[in-house]
């Protein structure tokens, strides 16, 4: 027998985000008895049973939508028709049970992964603000007494040259990732790669003065061209909320991070678009 609790210890383990379907309830006739669970992992297994058939076809390729969205939901299933529909906000499956049944998608895992480059003061104090909110933090320098003096606050705490790292690594999509390194040259370089390996982070950006990413954007724009997708990029980072000590700066940078997460991103101040011509 399968312990579903187990599994899912063990795909959080592994690093895995998993959505645990759970039948919330049940009228009438069908197989989907309540507190019947399915794990479906981000690897793309699954785990347990919720009864078969129709809805549980349905159930794991809807739990492999909600994986990349990141959501949890409950939704009502009529288990009397030949075809899938949504039809008055109950979905009708091709099963002959007669009954209805509602299922919970419950997603397990962090709002999302933040790659911090540059474990200094303000990258380590992002990492601080960030777990708590529940956030995946994981911060990559080049500099092991650097690494070395972290505290537990990120996730993981990586030795690697930056630009090496992103070369090594599947980042994932929709990923938030915030650029600190101890060099203007290093900071270049990792932004640069983002852009070389066409990412698609939902965010990122530099930690600099207006000066510093005017520089940076004339350069991104006479080796890609004018027409480059910048929509993603923030820089300065942050919420021009005041204060320059280096958890006030990753106060800001969470604050701007929480934004986007939460779609408001039109409360954002960032100059991509300065040296557009």
Partial sequence: MIDIYEKLAELKKDGQDAVIITVTNKEG??????????????????????????????????????????????????LNDKTIEVNKGDIKLNMA?????????????????????????????????????????????NRKEIIDGLDDSANEKVCDDFVDYLSKKTL????????????????????????ELKLKPKYFGMLCSKKKIADYLNKVHEKYGNDIDLSNFYSPIG???????????????????????????????????????
């Fill in 172 to 195: 994932r999509d929709n990923c938030y990732i915030v650029v600190a390194t101890p060099s203007h040259i290093s900071d270049y370089d990792v932004l640069d790669k983002i852009l």
């Fill in 239 to 277: 919420l021009p909320i005041g204060g320059d000590s280096p958890e006030e700066v990753a106060i800001s940078i969470a604050s701007e991070i929480l934004s986007i997460y939460y779609d408001k991103a039109d409360i954002n101040y960032h100059m991509r678009d300065l040296t557009k011509k």
């Fill in 97 to 141: 049970c007669g009954g209805s049944t509602t299922l919970f998608y419950e997603f397990i895992g962090p709002k999302q992964y933040v790659y911090i480059f540059g474990g200094g003061h303000c990258g380590a104090a992002l990492a601080r603000v960030l777990k708590p909110l529940g956030f995946y933090t994981i911060i990559i320098d």
């Fill in 29 to 78: 006739m069908g197989p989907c008895d309540v507190g019947k669970k399915l794990i479906v992992g981000s690897n793309g297994k699954f785990f347990g049973t919720i009864g078969g058939g129709s809805i549980e076809h349905y159930a794991i390729e809807k739990a492999k939508k909600l994986l990349i969205e990141r959501k949890s939901l409950s939704e009502n299933y009529v």
